[in-house]
């Protein structure tokens, strides 16, 4: 927390351009990334060959997951990186009362969408003509809700966005039951049904759903947190497999953007937090996941920080689990 508290004064800034010293490596910021205030969930997508990472926010006094807004950081090097404050917020969706949770985000047709979830119940959707905003509620009310919609499951938050190869947008998103579902090309409203992802086991069985406390025992069983990316013909989906000591960020495979998936292993290995929110990403040729820990914190899983480290993969498209870096002593 002395690290934290050094630094509190510049989230006095709206806009600041911050680096640390001494990088473990010339390609990249020591992890956490961000250090002057709590972030989570990342969404990192490149936009005019500039990497973007949307957060929530964790507040300084936090305890619960009560976030009010979003934040994003930019850079160019992996080293230097700008803070562009908070792009949208809940009072900016008339329809919102608590709980902005994990983000994404995705430039389609010459615009910026970001994705956002609120209430544990709804998504929304904002746009804007460039990546940092300002962004405007996209629809005047929510795209998903499962007041309206049952068959968005009892929790549709964490939205996840893809693009296809033939220029489709596929959204994605679920706590314990995930869902996809094909957008429109507005991406202000669904193009087809709300489906039931299906990850398998190698055994060909449907995995389960995680349960909090028990997922050890479970290390296939879909958490939350979906993310979905292609490279060399495969669909990755990446998610969460619990809340409880052990879990972790892994993935299932498939040759659809529907799946069905197979589950084939761990992204990374566990590290101090509770909740597992992350993302694979390519940029300027190497792969990274960017992932959240509570070191920054002490251990507090209400007040996280965002990191990222370099993600390989084997000669059969396998990914070789990563182990997370700390900058923190």
């Known amino acids: 927390m002395k690290t934290h508290l050094a630094l509190a004064a ?9 680096a640390f010293a001494a990088p473990p490596s010339p390609m990249k910021a020591p992890n956490p990334i961000v250090r002057h205030r709590f972030t989570a969930d990342p969404s990192a997508r490149v936009f005019d060959g500039r990497l973007y990472v949307y957060t929530s926010h964790d507040r300084d006094d936090a305890t619960g997951y009560d976030m009010i807004d979003w934040w ?12 562009h404050g908070a792009v949208f917020t809940l009072k900016d ?60 499951g009892v929790e549709p938050i964490d939205p996840a966005l893809l693009v296809d190869d033939d220029g489709t947008p596929w959204l994605y998103f679920g706590c314990r039951q995930p869902m996809v579902a094909k957008l429109d090309p507005s991406l202000t409203k669904l193009a087809g049904p709300l489906q039931q992802l299906v990850i398998l086991n190698p055994s060909g ?6 349960m909090p406390g028990k ?3 479970r290390p ?16 990755y989906f990446v998610y969460s497999n619990g809340w409880a000591t052990g879990t972790t960020l892994v993935y299932a495979m ?21 909740t597992h929110h992350g993302m694979v990403g390519e940029f300027q ?18 007040r996280r920080s965002v990191c990222v480290d370099e993600l390989t993969f084997d000669q059969d498209g396998r990914i070789i689990p990563v182990k997370g870096t700390s900058g923190i002593q």
Not at 73 to 82: E, I, L, N, P, R
């Open 285 to 302: 040729d190497k792969w990274y996941i960017f992932y959240h820990t509570a070191d920054l914190s002490g251990g507090n899983g209400y």
């Open 205 to 210: 069985e449907p995995v389960p759903q995680a």
């Open 72 to 83: 994003l950081f930019s850079t160019d090097d992996m080293v230097t990186w700008k803070d």
């Open 10 to 18: 510049l989230s006095l800034l709206t806009v600041s351009t911050f």
């Open 215 to 217: 997922d050890p025992q």
């Open 220 to 235: 296939a069983g879909y958490g939350e947190g979906p993310s979905i990316f292609k490279r060399e013909g495969c669909y």
């Open 254 to 274: 498939g040759k659809s953007p529907t799946g069905p998936f197979t589950f084939k292993g761990p992204v990374m290995f566990p590290v101090n937090c509770s």
């Open 93 to 152: 969706f008339a329809w919102a009362g608590k709980k902005a949770w994990a983000p994404d985000a995705i430039a389609y047709n010459g615009k910026y969408y970001l994705f956002l979830p609120t209430d544990q119940s709804k998504i929304g959707v904002a746009v804007s003509d460039k990546p940092y905003g300002p962004f405007v509620d996209a629809i005047g009310a929510p795209l998903i809700d499962n007041a309206t919609m049952p068959e968005a």
